[in-house]
């Protein structure tokens, strides 16, 4: 079971990142894993299989004895069988040579097998065996007979099973008997019942042909093609022509518009003004009068500078002007037509117009009946394109059902020309003389067919390892508990700084079965216990235990190359995974190679180290936080096995302690500490319920959580990654403890190296 690791920024809002330089960066799982069953290794698999062992051999185990129970119990089958030659060997006759053709097998073997077994057939037979064996009826011999053609030959085979071998071998007689006797009757009738078959269906087949030519002589009539692809490829055709007329329309459409807006700016016209003044401009006699009128205008004008409105030649003048404006008007409405109002336009502006202007405004008018007949045309154009594309849309249609008529066609010519051919056959079949089944393979041979006990026994045991493996796999896929350090690893995604192996003397320690409490702290603590082999002895007073804690602080101080770790939280998301153990000999071991390290029991809840070293715990953290004039030297003690190592207990527990463990008080010890100290060490509460880790590893270097392995549910373990990476606490990685297996390589590896035979002293300098 593989998890697919989390994507998530680096310590994004991490407030801890500016005040911790040592904080790794380090890519925490994202939410939520996938289990994927299909990319197991086979070191996983294997892992699988030696835990759930008890489940593979007791499936196993049940499997086979039902099978081996069950194939003991079983009374023995016998079976015989026959064959039959139910066509010449070779189809081709005398006769059919003589017409020049070759007529091949036509007999449908599965259609046959059927009608042997039918009632029809078989009755006959029933009676006869009924007369020696009368238990024997149509459904008991039918249970146990089986008909089938061998391969692609032309034999039947007949083979019938039974408990007794003699009944079996007489059995088989009368069948064949009865198959032989039919095969006579059946051949002489059945080529004439062809024959008249065939006879039968010929005119409906002829008919139906000539129906479907004359549908697909109708349907290309009607729709006026040959072949619809060529059809459509000329709708086509025309279709892009129709585009391109389009095209060329709406491009002189754009160019008339530009000249009909560009006349129009000069003029300062519209259409219907350009065509009046155009008419006006040559109407004659509309001219002579606007001249006169002008003439009028003009005296008037002067005479009125000289004269009062009242003087007969000013009145003479204005009615010669009222008398020639009707005229212009009358002479204007002529020269327009009805179609324009006069009231409209303004006649008198429009009649004085220069050539330039004159030409101008032709040009105009032309723009604009221009456009007008371009629009009409593209109008045309369009009504054109959407019947052609209308009908070019159709053509698959057409095209389809013009397929299925020629398929159709195709088909029921083919099908006529088979009847005439098998016609042909038959009559041919007919002349030749009809050759019974021969009866090639007799019932003689019976022969035990089950049970095969060791066989089934085989079978039995094979079965039961699948099946126990299955088992084994589905227990494994409902247990959330991680068992390696290869799975730990590969589900979560994080680092691995350290294996712990499984250490029978530290389960009877937790368990209280030893009263040497701080005897593990000692490197001859396990290696006393391997050395008691006669046969061998040590050259290195450490064991595989020890040199997993040296190996887990080396892993820790390569974490980071420009200042060393000083202070960490080890944790665990649960309780009981031995992070407490871990801590202490994790100090120890640090201390072993030289530092300065303060442990600290931050677990105010439950404090154990002080039970593990049995150390006295009357002051502690507890009264450091609580007393103000209390120095932190006066509260740790001195491990008297190891002089660098230094221990603060937990003191009292008090009622509140996540109160405690974010006073500022608790901040401030926790820089002094840091400061006296190479290392610090914190053994807090687990991460799932309490507050109190991730508030302690806000000012250290990060946290290191321990993973108890068979003990340990993922998704315990995943809350607390989802919590650490919600508060921004680095993860300076994951301590597998308790691992079985891993043991046992390492102990290998650890005797060969530091172990020799005491025979063999010489190795000491050899194996170097």
Avoid at 328 to 355: H, K, Y
Wanted: hydrophobic share 40%; with cysteine.
């Amino acid at each position: 079971m593989k998890i697919k690791p989390y994507s998530q920024p680096i310590f994004p809002n991490n407030s801890n990142q500016g005040k911790n330089p040592h904080s790794l960066p380090y890519i925490y799982p994202e939410q939520g894993y996938e289990e994927d069953v299909n990319k197991l290794e086979l070191r996983q698999f294997l892992g699988i299989l030696r835990r759930r062992a008890l489940v593979v051999v007791s499936v196993a185990i049940a499997v086979t004895t039902v099978v081996g129970t069950r194939t003991w119990n079983t009374p023995p089958l016998y079976e015989g069988q026959f064959r039959v030659l139910v066509e010449p060997i070779t189809a081709e006759t005398k006769v059919a040579q003589n017409f020049g053709a070759i007529v091949y097998s036509v007999l449908d073997y599965d259609t046959q097998t059927e009608v042997l077994r039918s009632p029809s057939v078989m009755d006959s037979i029933v009676k006869k065996i009924q007369a020696e064996y009368p238990e024997i009826n149509y459904g008991s011999l039918m249970q146990n007979l089986v008909i089938s053609r061998l391969g692609q030959t032309k034999i039947i085979e007949v083979r019938y099973q039974d408990t007794e071998p003699k009944r079996a071998e007489k059995i088989l007689k009368y069948v064949a008997d009865g198959y032989l006797d039919y095969s006579r009757l059946q051949r002489q009738t059945d080529v004439r019942q062809g024959i008249d078959f065939v006879k039968q269906q010929l005119p409906n087949l002829q008919e139906r042909v000539n129906a479907l030519q004359a549908r697909l002589q109708k349907f290309r009539q009607e729709y006026n093609f040959i072949d619809p692809e060529q059809k459509a490829q000329e709708l086509g055709t025309r279709i892009s022509g129709i585009e391109t007329q389009q095209i060329e329309a709406n491009t002189k459409l754009n160019e008339l518009r530009s000249l009909y807006t560009l006349l129009q700016t000069q003029l300062g016209l519209q259409p219907n003004e350009a065509i009046v003044a155009s008419a006006l401009s040559e109407a004659p006699r509309y001219q002579k009068l606007l001249t006169e009128l002008q003439d009028v205008e003009t005296k008037l004008a002067t005479e009125s500078v000289r004269f009062t409105e009242a003087s007969p030649n000013i009145q003479a003048l204005k009615e010669k002007r009222q008398r020639l404006l009707p005229l212009i008007a009358q002479e204007t409405q002529r020269v327009i037509g009805t179609s324009i109002s006069p009231n409209t336009v303004n006649t008198q502006r429009l009649s004085n117009q220069n050539s330039v202007r004159l030409n101008l405004t032709q040009q105009f008018v032309e723009a604009t009946n221009q456009i007008k007949v371009l629009e009409v045309r593209n109008q045309a154009l369009k009504r054109a394109e959407q019947l052609l594309v209308q009908e070019f849309k159709q053509m698959p249609i057409r095209a389809r059902q013009y397929t299925d008529l020629q398929r159709e066609l195709k088909v029921t010519t083919e099908s006529l020309l088979r009847f005439l051919s098998t016609r042909e056959n038959l009559e041919i079949e007919a002349a030749q003389k009809a050759t019974p089944w021969q009866l090639i393979a007799a019932p003689s041979q019976i022969y035990p067919l089950s049970p095969d006990k060791y066989r089934n026994l085989i079978l039995g045991v094979v079965a039961g390892l699948l099946l126990g493996t299955g088992a084994a796999w589905l227990a494994e896929m409902l247990d959330n508990v991680f068992h390696s350090a290869e799975d730990l690893k590969n589900q979560t995604g994080m680092p691995l700084l350290g294996v712990v192996p499984f250490s029978k003397a530290l389960k009877k320690l937790a368990a209280g079965e030893t009263s040497e409490a701080n005897a593990l702290l000692l490197p001859e603590g396990e290696s006393a216990a391997i050395a008691q082999d006669n046969k061998l002895y040590s050259r290195y007073n450490a064991s595989q235990f020890v040199e997993s804690f040296r190996s887990l602080y080396t892993n820790i101080r390569l974490l980071t190359t420009d200042m060393p770790i000083q202070s960490l939280v080890i944790s665990s998301s649960t309780p009981a995974e031995g992070k407490t153990v871990i801590s202490i000999h994790l100090a120890q071991a640090a201390a072993a190679m030289g530092q300065r390290v303060l442990l600290v029991d931050a677990d105010l809840r439950r404090p154990q180290i002080h039970k593990r070293l049995d150390v006295p715990n009357m002051r502690g953290l507890t009264n450091l936080i609580s007393s103000e004039d209390l120095d932190f030297h006066e509260v740790i003690q001195n491990c008297p096995e190891e002089e660098n190592l230094y221990i603060m207990t937990a003191g009292q527990i008090p009622p509140d302690p996540t109160r405690l463990l974010s006073s500022e008080k608790m901040q401030a010890l926790m820089a002094e500490f840091q400061s006296a100290f190479d290392l610090v060490i914190y053994d807090t509460p687990p991460l799932v319920g309490f507050a109190d880790a991730s508030i302690l590893a806000t000012p250290t270097d990060g946290v290191i959580l321990v993973v108890g392995l068979g003990k340990a549910d993922r998704y315990p373990l995943m809350q607390a990654l989802d919590t650490l990476r919600i508060s921004g606490t680095p993860v300076l990685g994951l301590v597998a403890n308790g691992v079985k297996s891993y043991t046992t390589r390492w102990r290998d590896t650890y005797d060969r190296y530091y172990k020799v035979d005491r025979t063999t002293p010489q190795q000491l300098t050899t194996d170097g």
